[in-house]
């Protein structure tokens, strides 16, 4: 069946440090890939998206590219600001090879980012 | 606010009582998701609807749980004889699109605590 597998945290880290929330992911069919975000007393928001192999999403200084060879999609941001602190979820939607998506989402267990000042 | 809205926020209730919520996506989105989040883990799939119909459930959606969503607008999720295990958050997303490839939003969520 499909699976995402996201990195352990929580993850602390300094602002202006350097991000990298790993994922990796198993499915059948060709999943479009997606990162989401949940800050404190919100909604899950979609941050960026890639549907295809080698395809880079980015979207507020994050980014992440779809390694197929890898079965990858780690999320990353090249200098952190406390407001990024949040839980951040990997997640899959299967589609198939005539590009017909099965809509739900199968999402990781969500990674937990705390930036200090 | 134009986005997705669920009700209640929040939810206690003891148990083998019923619950009811309500999700209202978005105007004129066709597709309605409902997800369940349990603390530290991430969204778990439970059904959704194309318009009024009722396309996917999911074997965690046992037979106590029932959803409609009887216009194509709105949508309910009702939990019969709730048990313990079934303390969650319970997430509403609505998309716009075919095939279903439209971006998904998500409400605030409802949180049930079962006693």
């Known amino acids: 069946g499909n699976s995402v597998t996201q990195m352990e945290g929580p993850v602390t880290l300094s602002e202006e440090a350097f991000l990298t929330i790993n994922c990796t992911y198993t499915a059948t069919g060709y999943p479009s890939l997606f990162w989401y975000v949940q800050y404190p007393g919100e909604g899950l928001q979609l941050l960026l998206k890639?549907?295809?192999?080698?395809d880079k999403g980015s979207n507020k200084g994050f980014e992440a590219t779809y390694r197929k060879e890898t079965t990858s999609f780690h999320l990353e941001k090249g200098s952190v600001q406390v407001s990024d602190s949040a839980v951040y979820f990997c997640?899959?939607?299967?589609?198939?090879?005539?590009?017909?998506?099965?809509?739900?989402?199968?999402f990781g267990q969500g990674t937990i980012l705390t930036v200090h000042p | 606010d134009t986005g997705v809205s669920q009700d209640p926020r929040h939810k206690i209730t003891k148990r083998g009582q019923n619950v009811t919520f309500r999700c209202d996506p978005i105007s004129e989105h066709n597709r309605l998701y409902w997800y369940r989040q349990t603390l530290g883990q991430g969204p778990e799939f439970l059904t959704y609807f194309q318009n009024e119909a009722q396309l996917e459930k999911s074997r965690l959606l046992s037979d106590r749980f029932s959803a409609e969503r009887p216009k194509g607008s709105f949508s309910t999720l009702e939990i019969q004889r709730t048990e313990q295990g079934d303390s969650a958050m319970y997430l509403c997303a609505s998309s716009l699109g075919l095939a279903g490839h439209g971006e998904q939003f998500f409400g605030p969520g409802t949180r049930l605590t079962v006693l």
């Open positions: 997640a899959l939607r299967r589609t198939n090879a005539g590009g017909t998506s099965y809509g739900k989402l199968t």
């Open positions: 890639a549907t295809k192999a080698d």
